[in-house]
């Protein structure tokens, strides 16, 4: 079963806004990665946050890490219509190679 | 290659059928992943690679499920006497320790329907 929970699970804005997703997990992680998923390419890897991080920045995405609160958020600025997609946060377990994803959030930009 | 590839891209099977689905990891990689994704949910670990060794596979379903790695290379993931719930996308990943710490990559995997 899941251990990441995704908020929203649907979001859907329009083209040029910010986009906000958050997510949280249970166990101790050594990074938290976030990937996207469009119908056609199936998952690709967008930013990686290690442990001992707590922002991280790469083009248009944002990302923050907070370890007490065993949470995340990826924030997509200025967004665009091709960044309609499911987006996944995925946990490495400590001791582990496997993520472990949460529900997804499915973001939807509107033209 | 450029990046992983699995087949069949699309597979039905009838109820009780034997399946097998096919990854070539990106070449070099010496991690690889299973995950199945039902619909409308985010993918689920089924069992890891390092090499020819199977590491982890605490996350497969049941013992109709096995997976294999003789080369260290391609994988198979065979699923015996299907059933309905085994429906899903089965995706595989690979992953380079010397790499970014374990960023994996995916491939676009196989939907496997069951009737």
């Known amino acids: 079963s899941q251990q990441g929970e995704e908020d929203p699970q649907a979001l859907s804005i329009q083209e040029g806004e910010n986009a906000t997703m958050n997510c949280s997990y249970k166990?101790?992680?050594?990074?938290l990665q976030w990937y996207r998923q469009n119908s056609g390419r199936g998952l690709v890897h967008l930013i990686l946050?290690?442990?001992?991080?707590r922002e991280k920045h790469s083009g248009r995405l944002r990302v923050t890490l907070d370890t007490s609160k065993k949470s995340s958020s990826l924030l997509i600025t200025a967004s665009r219509a091709a960044d309609t997609a499911s987006y996944f946060c995925?946990?490495?377990?400590?001791?582990?190679?496997?993520?472990?994803f949460g529900q997804g959030t499915r973001l939807t930009i509107n033209p | 290659g450029a990046g992983v590839s699995q087949s069949p891209r699309y597979k039905v099977a009838k109820r009780g059928q034997d399946v097998a689905l096919r990854c070539d990891p990106i070449?070099?990689?010496?991690?690889l992943f299973w995950y199945q994704q039902a619909l409308g949910q985010g993918p689920e670990f089924l069992t890891y690679?390092?090499?020819?060794?199977?590491?982890?596979k605490s996350g497969l379903p049941s013992d109709r499920f096995f997976a294999e790695r003789p080369e260290g290379s391609v994988s198979t993931l065979k699923i015996q006497r299907t059933q309905q719930e085994d429906s899903a996308v089965y995706l595989c990943?690979?992953?380079?320790?010397?790499?970014?710490?374990?960023?994996?990559?995916f491939g676009p995997g196989t939907r496997l329907t069951v009737t």
């Open positions: 166990t101790s992680i050594n990074n």
């Open positions: 946050i290690r442990s001992n991080e």
């Open positions: 990943a690979s992953s380079s320790l010397r790499g970014p710490p374990y960023e994996q990559y």
């Open positions: 070449s070099g990689h010496v991690s």
């Open positions: 995925a946990g490495l377990i400590q001791g582990a190679q496997k993520l472990v």
């Open positions: 690679f390092q090499n020819e060794a199977q590491l982890d």
